[in-house]
């Protein structure tokens, strides 16, 4: 039998019965644990091992399976216990890892599967007693593995400023990183967009059976690199990009039913009356208005739907590092569109993992400042208008403004004299720029200078902003803005120099013809005119009649300014795509439109537009 024909359904129904299972065992963690709790883990396991057998995938047969047995030995025997809560947490992020390679196409066969199901195996309800720390888990793993598979890692090259300026000094370093395995993928080396030289960036992926630690070390040995990042492929340039991958929804078939009916009914009503009449034509408008509310509202999915990869994160993070932590997700009920929410994971998980890597001291450390040695970190999210705040806070030492504006200066970001006239809070935002990093030591979490300027970036394409507020020894709460949809987006037409833009309408306070008596009153500050700021060149044949006439005011983080522009065309509602290829490095612009007519619409960056630093820390009243 073709199983085939099957596979979105199994992809499907994976996922709901893995993030019910995540459910569960957070509930495991947080609540008093009981059978039924238990119970309802092993249903859970229990229809991913008979979903996995009806497709063939053995491994995640035998994961599953092993899954099912503990959850059910430890209903029965000790219910209470939470010795094997982190093992089942491996379990269920490695039957994920599955499903993804399954979604990817790729061969769903997975040797730590084996290993994870044995080591579920031998840690039954007797053996917890006697074997509870989870360093056990290393002693069970069985001594003579299966061959290992290479990995394909991808790594990002920060070359220093001498071994730019020599062309044989990098190919030298080219070459010497080559041999961290077979390369199997490449990117174009970054190029400045103002001198088309060399920017000093490179990307790759190789291939290699080697440890982490292993790579990192032959990472470490090779001079002339300022800066690197090493990532699984699944977890860096080989993941589809936010803008073209395809984003699955579950939406219930009693929703589709009823947009469908409403389809047909605006058939009928067509039919019957001919078009003609505007009480046809109001009734038509009504009825897509109904279709649109119906098809937007399907799009939208919990956090909660999501929230388990950020606990799994969090958590093998703080049990690798040492550091006892409480975490919380608050406000999971909230929703957002799938594709905003599948964008927000990993720029989510770069933030938390920074707050409990840079942020939560050492148990010794707190204990010495009079803090509780178990750390505090907490993700917030709060729904105001269009948009969502999510906020990532924790107890720990807090940013030292002033050793943010050493480390910029030293990784050549800014000058010593612009490093010391930014105010604390501008200061703060240094720790978003690339390369900047205050860690006292490289790990694989930290001190390469990545991290928040990936968080920032991927918060900036969702057309949001990224704001710090920390104080020293109390802690550090990062604020992202992003709209909860990006499927519509509210703009202002104008044009200048005869050419067509859109102004996020979340930006725009006032628009004032300038030509009007009395046209407004109070300064507006820094006024610029768009041609100029972007430096459009004159076209005779669109010669606007009256240039500038209209004074645009926009507000874009902590800043506020005027926009001149020719014409205003008016309010519209687009869908707007990420720009593309070397477009998509130009810094005014957030991303294009196509209109009815078919005019592209290029949609302006007002943070950028302006040269805002920080966002506003709240929303507005």
Known sequence: MDMHRYLDLFIAESRDHLLGAYEVLNRLETDSPNEDLWRELLRHAHSLKGMAATMGYDSMVALAHAAEDLADEIAVADPAGRASLPLLGDALACLGQIVDRVERGEDPHC????????????????????????????????????????????????????????????????????????????APPAMDIATGRFAGRVLFTFESTDPRDEIERRLESIDGIRAWSLELESAAESRPDPAVATHWLRVRADRVDAAIERVLELRRENERHGGAGAGTADRARLLLDEIHGELMDMRLVPFGSVAHRIHQG??????DMGKPLRFSIEGEA??????????????LLHAVRNGLDHGIEPPDERRAHGKDVEGKLCLRLERHGDRVWIFVEDDGRGLDPDQLRRAAVAAGQIDAAGAAALDD???????????????????????????????????????GFLAIRSSPGAGT???????????????????????????PMAA???????????????????????????????????????????????????????????????????????????????RHYAGAALLDDGTIALVLDPTRLLGATTGAFRPSA
Request: aromatic share 2%; net charge positive.
């Open 111 to 186: 040797g730590r599967a084996v290993y994870l199901a044995g080591a579920l195996r031998g840690r039954g309800p007797d053996d917890l007693a006697a074997a509870p720390a989870a360093a056990a888990l290393a002693e069970r793993i069985p001594p003579d593995p299966p061959a290992v598979e290479a990995t394909r890692w991808c790594v990002r090259l920060d070359v220093d400023a001498e071994t730019q300026r020599s062309a044989r000094s990098t190919v030298r370093l080219l070459a010497r990183a080559a041999t961290l395995g077979p390369v199997v993928r490449g």
């Open 314 to 319: 969090v958590r093998e993070l703080a049990s």
């Open 334 to 347: 909230i929703r957002l569109d799938r594709r905003v929410l599948d964008a927000l994971v990993d720029p």
């Open 425 to 463: 809070g501008e200061a703060l935002m240094l720790a978003t720029l690339p390369n900047v990093s205050t860690a006292s030591r490289v790990s694989h979490v930290s001190g390469r200078g990545v991290g928040l300027d990936v968080v920032r970036e991927a918060v900036k394409r969702l057309g």
């Open 477 to 503: 709460s990062l604020c992202l803005s992003v709209p909860f949809s990006v499927a519509l987006f509210a703009a202002l037409l104008v044009r200048s120099r005869g050419q067509l833009f859109a102004v």
């Open 508 to 586: 725009v306070e006032r628009a004032i013809d300038t030509h009007a008596p009395a046209p407004f009153g109070g300064d507006v500050p820094a006024p610029l005119r768009l041609d100029e700021r972007l430096g459009l060149m004159a076209d005779a044949q669109a010669a606007p009649d009256d240039p500038n006439r209209w004074l645009i005011t926009i507000r874009a983080g902590d800043r506020t300014g005027g926009l001149r522009v020719d014409e205003i065309i008016g309010h519209k509602e687009l869908v707007v795509e990420p720009l593309r290829g070397p477009i998509s490095r130009l």
